[in-house]
Structures are given as structure tokens and as C-alpha cells.
């Protein structure tokens, strides 16, 4: 089983990022997939997630009107959206999968990826 993070990336303030995960070696039609942010001397937080699916998703309050989930089943590929990006955004992100899914509860992701740095700066 893997994940497989990119997109990854130096922006500006307020510029956007796609990021994307990529699975392999799983059904991964049938996992929940999560994204987390871990910022420098910060614990690892979840940011957003979506369901097998892709009908229920659920966004921390800091990417709420300003990141995007989504998901294509047909390329094993969950995407992160982030618009107006801002530096408290600067992390290492990770997806995660879930065999279920639990919207604001992030804690039940068994596989993980090995991350991808987004640094906003100007």
C-alpha cells in the first residue's frame, strides 16, 4: 500500500496550490482519505477529509472557504485545492487513509504518505 504525496511548493501570499495524493496497492474506492498539515514544533492536524465516495467531506476551521477536496476514484488520486494561502499555512502535509470515515475526527488514519512541504512566503 501506497500514497504518494505532490504538488508541494514555494508560494506567495495569497496564491493558490494544488496538492495531490496518489494510491496504489490498495482498493482505494474503498477508504476515506484524510489530509493533515504538520507545521514546524506543531503537532500533526487534520485540515480536511472526504469519503470513499466523495460525498461527505469535512474541513478544519483555518481551510474553510479557502481549500477544496476532491477526489477521482478512476485515478486513485484525492486532490487538495488551497486558495488564498496564507503563511500560517507553511507545513509538511500528509494524506491518510481511513477504512471509514469520521468527518471531524481525524484519528482512525492507519496509511500515511511521506508528505509534501508547502512554504508561503513572500
Known amino acids: 500500500l501506497q500514497l504518494v504525496e505532490s504538488g508541494g511548493g514555494l508560494v506567495q501570499p495569497g496564491g493558490s496550490l494544488r496538492l495531490s495524493c496518489a494510491a496504489s496497492?490498495?482498493?482505494?474506492?474503498?477508504?476515506?482519505i484524510g489530509w493533515f498539515q504538520q507545521a514546524p514544533g506543531k503537532e500533526r492536524e487534520g485540515v480536511s477529509c472526504?469519503?470513499?465516495?466523495?460525498?461527505?467531506?469535512h474541513y478544519a476551521d483555518s481551510a474553510k472557504g479557502r481549500f477544496t477536496i476532491s477526489r477521482d476514484n478512476a485515478k486513485n488520486t484525492v486532490y487538495l485545492q488551497m486558495n488564498s494561502l496564507k503563511p500560517e499555512d507553511t507545513a509538511v502535509y500528509y494524506c491518510?487513509?481511513?477504512?471509514?470515515?469520521?468527518?471531524?475526527?481525524?484519528?482512525?488514519?492507519?496509511?500515511w504518505g511521506q508528505g509534501t512541504q508547502v512554504t508561503v512566503s513572500s
Open positions: 496497492g490498495f482498493s482505494f474506492d474503498y477508504y476515506a
Open positions: 491518510a487513509a481511513s477504512s471509514y470515515y469520521s468527518g471531524s475526527d481525524y484519528t482512525g488514519y492507519m496509511y
Open positions: 472526504i469519503s470513499s465516495g466523495g460525498g461527505r467531506t
